[in-house]
């Protein structure tokens, strides 16, 4: 069994930053998946980015602006998001592919990310 605990969600402005951190408890491997997704209202939960085995893959919309990282160490998993948008608000969900005989998929609870002026 994997928990996920999130934090580092928040209110900010248009092009302010945000760092965005995922601990997770059990054993995680350097090949598991480690990744952010988001869900703004009335849209679908869309992948932000994911890391596994040193490869990471960003969505389109946040190329050049968002970085993964993860510590393999703490079993972390920090999104730095900078130039923010204002569409970029949404609930940023922490996911965990555990790859074992059969995959398996923990998310975290969520923090919200509210860009505004």
């Known amino acids: 069994q994997v928990?996920?605990?999130e934090s580092g969600?928040?209110?900010?402005?248009?092009?302010?930053?945000?760092?965005?951190?995922?601990?997770a408890s059990g054993s995680i491997f350097s090949t598991d998946a480690m990744g952010w997704y988001r869900q703004?209202?009335?849209?679908?939960r869309e992948l932000v980015a994911v890391t596994s085995g040193g490869r990471t893959n960003y969505a389109d919309?946040?190329?050049?602006?968002?970085?993964?990282?993860?510590?393999?160490?703490?079993?972390?998993?920090?999104?730095?998001?900078?130039?923010?948008?204002?569409?970029d608000t949404a609930v940023y969900y922490c996911r965990v592919d555990l790859k074992r005989v059969v995959t398996m998929v923990y998310w975290g609870q969520g923090t919200q990310v509210t860009v505004s002026s």
């Open 3 to 5: 928990q996920l605990v």
């Open 9 to 23: 969600g928040g209110l900010v402005q248009p092009g302010e930053s945000l760092r965005l951190s995922c601990a």
């Open 40 to 44: 703004a209202p009335g849209k679908q």
């Open 61 to 87: 919309s946040v190329k050049g602006r968002f970085t993964i990282s993860r510590d393999n160490a703490k079993n972390t998993v920090y999104l730095q998001m900078n130039s923010l948008k204002p569409e």
